[in-house]
């Protein structure tokens, strides 16, 4: 579409305007937060009129003015015995406060599981959940306890409205585990170019030449794995940690442990972490599993050459082989690590523009169309 069409159609009258409505628990420091940011955009860009709606109030991002926000306090019906019962209740209180406050959608796409639970309750149409993890790994589907409790509960979930998952790898996880009870799709997530590359020229950091890391301390993500290989090499880079997370206190020992207090800086969570990325002489990602790996993207962008372990799923989707690492391999994590020291420019790969917003947004629309008269209400 070019802009004098999106224009056009962005003057129209609002009642003559197609609406979506993005929702998810909150807009606090995670990726689908931010992927349902970036998504909000791109149906912007199409023309449309978009709502987003969250049920906590905290919110860490710069809100995209271009899009409508409500929000809907979850914590007032957690008094309700019961989480099945709660979610059932609240899902009308979000029906009737929908058609009230935003009319109709066109679609609605849901987000994460406290979204998803509350909208299987739903009887608007139109609904698609966005599956943003490797579903069998995040919630331990092995587990013959608690994972085969949440599998079960899952499995009611998704079976009332079709799949939209970020990856390949987690369409596949998501049909090995469920089947084929709903229509799915692979949709990667969308990569706002033009705002990375302003972010990422919104400072200089205080560091150079350094390694980067970004993402929260927490299990997937693996900071033991990297701190272990890392501690192989000769450490001739610093290794900078951006972010927050529950394990931090464990990781901080480990650097202690191995020695590593004058090689490794912990920076913190930072709403704008691209200009570390931007300037950076390369990234490094250790996961056991992603959904999509945003910052893959995002650091091919800003021109930053990436290495990761080939985990599920997400990143061999986005880089060439010779950039992927085995998992938990610390003798190979740690050789690629050396490789990447040495001369970084041989990991550099290119963005890829499929993943703009109004491209990504486009196929969103396209798969609900495909599936409008699927999971409609009874």
């Not at 929908?98 to 009319?103: D, N, P, Q, V």
């Not at 693996?222 to 880079?237: E, F, G, I, N, W």
């Not at 250790?286 to 800003?302: K, M, P, Y």
Request: with cysteine; hydrophobic share 40%.
């Amino acid at each position: 579409m070019t802009n004098n069409a999106t224009s056009i159609i962005n003057n129209l009258p609002r009642e003559n305007k197609k609406k979506i409505l993005l929702v998810i628990n909150c807009l606090q420091g995670g990726g689908a937060e931010r992927v349902v940011l970036t998504l909000g955009q791109g149906f912007y860009e199409l023309g449309y009129e978009v709502h987003v709606l969250r049920f906590k109030p905290r919110v860490e991002y710069d809100l995209n003015p271009n899009l409508i926000y409500h929000v809907l306090k979850f914590r007032l019906y957690k008094k309700i015995p019961g989480a099945q019962r709660r979610d059932k209740f609240f899902a009308r209180t979000v029906d009737r406060y929908i058609t009230k406050k935003i009319g109709q959608p066109d679609v609605i796409l849901s987000n994460l599981d406290r979204s998803d639970s509350i909208f299987s309750y739903s009887r608007l149409p139109n609904i698609v959940y966005v599956i943003h993890n490797t579903l069998s790994l995040l919630y331990k589907f092995q587990q013959a306890d608690i994972g085969h409790q949440k599998k079960e509960n899952f499995t009611k979930i998704y079976s009332k409205n079709p799949c939209a998952c970020v990856s390949n790898g987690v369409q596949k996880d998501f049909l090995e585990n469920f089947g084929d009870i709903t229509p799915t799709i692979a949709i990667h997530n969308p990569i706002d170019r033009d705002c990375i590359r302003k972010l990422g020229d919104a400072f200089v950091p205080e560091y150079e030449n350094y390694i980067i890391h970004v993402g929260s301390f927490k299990e997937a993500k693996r900071h033991d794995v990297l701190l272990r290989a890392y501690a192989k090499t000769d450490q001739s880079l610093p290794l900078l940690l951006l972010g927050k997370g529950k394990l931090k206190n464990d990781i901080e020992q480990l650097v202690v442990e191995l020695n590593l207090e004058d090689k490794v800086v912990f920076l913190g969570f930072h709403e704008n972490p691209f200009p570390y990325i931007k300037h950076a002489r390369f990234k490094v990602l250790t996961s056991d599993w992603e959904g999509f790996a945003l910052v893959i993207a995002e650091s091919q962008v800003l021109g930053t050459p990436v290495i990761s372990t080939d985990c599920p799923s997400g990143p061999s989707e986005l880089l060439p082989q010779n950039n992927l690492m085995p998992m938990r391999d610390i003798d190979a994590i740690a050789a690629k690590l050396s490789l990447a020291m040495k001369n970084s420019e041989q990991f550099h790969s290119e963005f890829n523009e499929a993943l703009l917003p109004i491209t990504i947004a486009k196929k969103y629309i396209e798969f609900a169309s495909n599936c409008e008269n699927i999971g409609e209400k009874s």
